[in-house]
């Protein structure tokens, strides 16, 4: 029996830990794709893979550790400390995720009658954040796209995927959420702060410049360009 868990990706990292990698291997599903991705059927499209791969190809397991669904969610497969059935010759301390999709660009593989994918959104989003885990403690050439492996025909984990650009990418991730901020959050927080009025400590010297003739009195909490900077600088050594 399986017993797939969904794993935010900050616990994923913390079980990880408890494993030496050599290797992170990137598949893409090809099928299924997101058309069969329906939002809540994350466990279900697990299940049926775990079938094909231990009825059909009489695997002792499904093959990957990790699957990844076009909304972000990770979902465990064969346990961590096994081997996969990853990249031949190349299975031994590899960590094995395959993301649901089919990656290809259109036109340049077999048609696939589900249709073409591309990676975007949270799905890309936690991909580049196990990438940067991987790059950290194991160093960049530890990541492995299939069709790197030794003899691999294939295009996996799709043609449209630069492996370059997203390590790039992953190096750059920040691990925050990338919440855009609402248009009345940021009114809100805009309105906060007075620009026009000088702080209680500053009022004193504020006061004393523009009569000097320093500044103009406007916006004292405002930030100023390094032109306005050298005018007032210049006007004080007047
Ligand atoms: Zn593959």
């Known amino acids: 029996m399986s017993n797939f868990r969904k794993?935010?990706?900050?616990t994923l990292k913390k079980e990880l830990d408890r494993y030496k990698f050599k290797q992170l291997h990137i598949h893409h599903t090809w099928?299924?794709?997101?058309?069969?991705?329906?939002?809540n059927n994350h466990t279900a499209m697990q299940q049926s893979m775990y079938n094909y791969h231990v009825n059909t190809n009489k695997w002792s397991n499904i093959a990957q550790h990790l699957t990844?669904?076009?909304?972000?969610?990770?979902l465990t497969g064969r346990p961590f400390g096994v081997s996969p059935a990853s990249i031949s010759?190349?299975?031994?301390?590899?960590?094995?995720?395959?993301?649901?999709g089919n990656f290809d660009k259109p036109g340049s593989q077999p048609y696939n009658s589900l249709g073409y994918d591309e990676l975007e959104g949270e799905q890309k989003r936690q991909i580049l954040l196990l990438m940067k885990y991987f790059i950290d403690k194991y160093g960049e050439n530890s990541i492995k796209f299939h069709k790197e492996g030794p003899g691999v025909g294939k295009t996996c984990p799709g043609t449209s995927l630069n492996k370059y650009a997203m390590l790039q990418e992953a190096k750059n991730i920040s691990n925050?959420?990338?919440k855009p901020?609402?248009?009345?959050?940021?009114?809100?927080?805009?309105?906060?702060?007075?620009?026009t009025k000088p702080s209680k400590w500053a009022?004193?010297?504020?006061?004393q410049a523009i009569k000097e003739g320093i500044t103009d009195g406007t916006n004292p909490k405002g930030i100023p360009t390094r032109e306005q900077v050298v005018s007032m600088i210049m006007r004080s050594r007047k």
Not at 68 to 74: A, K, S, T, V
């Open 7 to 10: 794993l935010p990706i900050e």
């Open 31 to 39: 099928k299924p794709t997101h058309r069969n991705f329906k939002g």
């Open 68 to 74: 990844l669904f076009p909304d972000g969610i990770w």
């Open 89 to 100: 010759g190349w299975n031994s301390g590899a960590l094995c995720v395959e993301m649901i």
């Open 176 to 178: 925050t959420v990338n």
């Open 181 to 195: 901020i609402k248009k009345e959050e940021a009114v809100k927080v805009e309105v906060k702060v007075d620009i």
């Open 203 to 207: 009022k004193e010297e504020w006061e």
